[in-house]
């Protein structure tokens, strides 16, 4: 049998990750007695090498002679995220660290976990949306990405609220909305008739 990882629980964070995933993710390193691992995934850098001390060495993706740089742009709102999880961290008792990687979010995240040997991935649903529709039927969302193509473990936590609504309440949500329904919605029976 194989041993049990030994590493951290890895939180993928972008600036407007809900208090919930940061939540979850603290209460699960907490009662793992690990530290836990944020990291955001810079989407317009990409890898392009390591140096010897395995440093990774990025490039932006626009084209040169953009005047504004990501990483100003990112650095309050990152500022903000790393606030709110080293807040619950602390009242839990729970180490925390912060990365920031390059490229493809599920690559990234999925490289960091192995790498680190974690013991858990947790990540956030996107909300639903036509939006978060199109983006599962053309890509997959990051959430399902990643547990179909790596071997750590993937804990999801759902962003909208799944209380069942009574069969009027339900038949009036779905004649006002007017968005795609939740693929999740769909497969699963749930919120939309």
């Given at each position: 049998?194989?041993?049990?990882?030994?590493?951290?629980?890895?939180?993928?964070?972008?600036?407007?990750?809900?208090?919930?995933?940061?939540?979850?993710?603290?209460?699960?390193?907490?009662?793992?007695?690990?530290?836990?691992?944020?990291?955001?995934?810079?989407?317009?850098?990409?890898p392009?090498?390591?140096?010897?001390?395995?440093?990774?060495?990025?490039?932006?993706?626009?084209?040169?002679?953009?005047?504004?740089?990501?990483?100003?742009?990112?650095?309050?709102?990152?500022?903000?995220?790393?606030?709110?999880?080293?807040?619950?961290?602390?009242?839990?008792?729970?180490?925390v660290?912060?990365?920031?990687?390059?490229?493809d979010?599920?690559?990234?995240?999925?490289?960091?976990?192995?790498?680190?040997?974690?013991?858990?991935?947790?990540?956030?649903?996107?909300?639903?949306?036509?939006?978060?529709?199109?983006?599962?039927?053309?890509?997959?969302?990051?959430?399902s990405r990643?547990?179909?193509?790596?071997?750590?473990?993937?804990?999801?936590?759902?962003?909208?609220?799944?209380?069942?609504?009574p069969?009027?309440?339900?038949?009036?949500?779905?004649?006002?909305?007017?968005?795609?329904?939740?693929?999740?919605?769909?497969?699963?029976?749930e919120?939309?008739?």
């Amino acid at each position: 049998m194989r041993n049990a990882r030994s590493g951290p629980v890895v939180v993928g964070v972008s600036a407007g990750t809900p208090d919930r995933v940061l939540d979850e993710a603290v209460s699960i390193a907490r009662d793992l007695r690990v530290p836990l691992a944020c990291v955001y995934v810079d989407e317009s850098r990409v890898p392009i090498g390591e140096t010897p001390d395995g440093t990774v060495v990025t490039a932006p993706v626009a084209a040169a002679g953009h005047n504004e740089r990501p990483a100003e742009r990112l650095a309050p709102a990152l500022a903000t995220i790393s606030a709110r999880i080293v807040e619950r961290a602390v009242s839990a008792n729970v180490t925390v660290t912060h990365h920031t990687l390059a490229g493809d979010p599920v690559t990234a995240i999925a490289r960091f976990a192995v790498d680190r040997d974690a013991r858990l991935i947790v990540v956030g649903t996107r909300q639903p949306g036509v939006r978060a529709s199109l983006s599962l039927l053309l890509a997959g969302p990051v959430a399902s990405r990643l547990a179909r193509r790596q071997p750590v473990p993937v804990l999801v936590v759902p962003l909208h609220d799944r209380t069942p609504l009574p069969a009027a309440a339900r038949d009036e949500k779905v004649d006002a909305e007017t968005d795609v329904p939740d693929p999740a919605d769909v497969l699963f029976g749930e919120g939309h008739a």
